[in-house]
T-cell receptor
Framework: NAGVTQTPKFRVLKTGQSMTLLCAQD?????MYWYRQDPGMGLRLIHY???????AKGEVPDGYNVSRLKKQNFLLGLESAAPSQTSVYFC??????????????FGDGTRLSIL | DAKTTQPTSMDCAEGRAANLPCNHS???????VYWYRQIHSQGPQYIIH???NNETNEMASLIITEDRKSSTLILPHATLRDTAVYYC??????????FGAGTILRVKS
């Protein structure tokens, strides 16, 4: 059972380069999220999506763009990478259930270094 | 800002119960308490969540005080593999989770 899969697992970029991180989930979840985690800190929400074709900003959205063209995929883009975006990026998905507040399920992360 | 307060670190002997406290004094009536853990370099792993009743699953138990201002996560028989950072989270603004710094639990043999 795959759950939430993130690709790539590691990447090194030069300042100014662009790239896209892919998150795929096979649980038919409506909600998806992108977080970043920096050393010694908890996760911070970048962007999220409550359904196919919809996205919204989280706590730290600057420098990132996202797209949710298909329900199972949530893409995170860096148009012009900066050293401050060196981080570990986690994707999560969540079932939409009105009454039970289902938990978020996380992938194993993408470790991104910007030189 | 996170709406929860947790101790920075705790130690527990292998085989003993680990009791991890969390204060959430500003929790509102419809906000759930979630516990996740993160083992080194891995993604956060969901453990348990609850609203006002105590909850138990195959991993842990969650005890929430009657006034809901605090809770305790209990790992009944801690093993070395339970060494991790444990996050107590109160959901804010719809579906967004706000992670604090968490508690580093060290299980020692």
């Amino acid at each position: 059972n795959a759950g939430v899969t993130q690709t790539p697992k590691f990447r090194v970029l030069k300042t100014g380069q662009s790239m896209t991180l892919l998150c795929a989930q096979d649980m038919n979840h409506e909600y998806m999220y992108w977080y970043r985690q920096d050393p010694g800190m908890g996760l911070r929400l970048i962007h999220y999506s409550v359904g196919e074709g919809t996205t919204a900003k989280g706590e730290v959205p600057d420098g990132y763009n996202v797209s949710r063209l298909k329900k199972q995929n949530f893409l995170l883009g860096l148009e012009s990478a900066a050293p401050s975006q060196t981080s570990v990026y986690f994707c999560a998905s969540q079932d939409r259930t009105q009454y039970s507040n289902q938990p978020q399920h996380f992938g194993d992360g993408t470790r991104l270094s910007i030189l | 800002d996170a709406k929860t307060t947790q101790p920075t670190s705790m130690d527990c002997a292998e085989g003993r119960a680990a009791n991890l406290p969390c204060n959430h004094s500003t929790i509102s009536g419809n906000e759930y308490v979630y516990w996740y853990r993160q083992i080194h370099s891995q993604g956060p792993q969901y453990i348990i969540h609850g609203l006002k009743n105590n909850e138990t699953n195959e991993m842990a138990s969650l005890i929430i005080t009657e006034d809901r201002k605090s809770s305790t996560l209990i790992l009944p028989h801690a093993t070395l593999r339970d060494t991790a950072v444990y996050y107590c989270i109160v959901r804010v603004e719809g579906n967004k989770l706000v992670f604090g710094a968490g508690t580093i639990l060290r299980v020692k043999s």
